[in-house]
């Protein structure tokens, strides 16, 4: 899903819209319940990319492959 750009008089419309919905004493509780969230979720999706065992084998080859041609080229020296 791609969402179109939304440009500075948008931002402002949707603020006043929850402003107005929720009060100017719980806005300041659901930005931070959102922040959190939000960084929830960029923990749990990087711990499952680290957990990927296909993308673990890529490291692993990446690895492989700079350590010998590391070595290769200081035995050549």
């Known amino acids: 899903m ?10 402002i419309l949707i603020l006043l819209i929850a402003l107005l919905i929720f009060g100017p004493k719980k806005l300041p509780e659901i930005g931070g319940a959102f922040g959190k969230t939000l960084n929830e979720f960029k923990k749990s ?13 890529r490291k692993e080859i990446s690895d492989e492959t700079t350590t010998t041609s590391t070595s290769e080229s200081q035995n050549q020296s």
């Open 2 to 11: 791609v969402l179109p750009n939304i440009g500075i008089p948008s931002l």
């Open 45 to 57: 999706t990087s711990q499952m990319m680290e957990d990927d065992p296909l993308e673990s084998e």
